[in-house]
């Protein structure tokens, strides 16, 4: 099993492509989950970035990545998707997961209910403190 990576699903959202491009400029180890071909040109426009496209489908498991999930971090989109991703990501062991919100609505019990370490509520989107 290769070295310890972070996962992003930045779900169309400007925090997670800041969050990419951070990531890109201090070369660390990373993989960006996609659910459609839109989300990953919109990500290629940032440069070399690895990827990974997932299609989440009722009762059909995702198979875990051949890599070491140390973080994962989820940008929310919209509700259903923030909690797919939260739920794939969780499957695969991350030490801590995180979850990115600008939404003002109290939906940090359900991210945390479905697996979430913290959930950061984030009008600005910079989030670069959290590496």
């Not at 972070?6 to 492509?17: D, E």
């Not at 070399?48 to 997932?54: A, E, G, H, K, S």
């Not at 359900?110 to 913290?118: I, N, P, R, S």
Request: proline share 5%; aromatic share 10%.
């Amino acid at each position: 099993m290769d070295e310890a990576m972070i996962v992003v699903s930045a779900g169309h959202s400007p925090a997670g492509m800041n969050f990419v491009d951070v990531l890109l400029k201090k070369g660390l180890a990373f993989v960006v989950l996609v659910h459609s071909e839109e989300e990953r040109e919109q990500l290629l426009t940032l440069g070399t970035v690895p990827l990974r496209y997932i299609q989440i489908t009722e009762g059909i498991q995702q198979t875990r990545p051949e890599y070491i999930v140390s973080n994962a971090f989820v940008f929310e989109n919209n509700l259903p998707q923030c909690c797919e991703d939260i739920q794939l990501c969780h499957s695969w062991y991350p030490q801590q997961l995180y979850v990115v919100s600008s939404n003002k609505a109290p939906v940090g019990l359900v991210y945390k209910g479905l697996g979430a370490t913290y959930v950061i509520h984030s009008q600005s989107g910079d989030v670069s403190f959290l590496l």
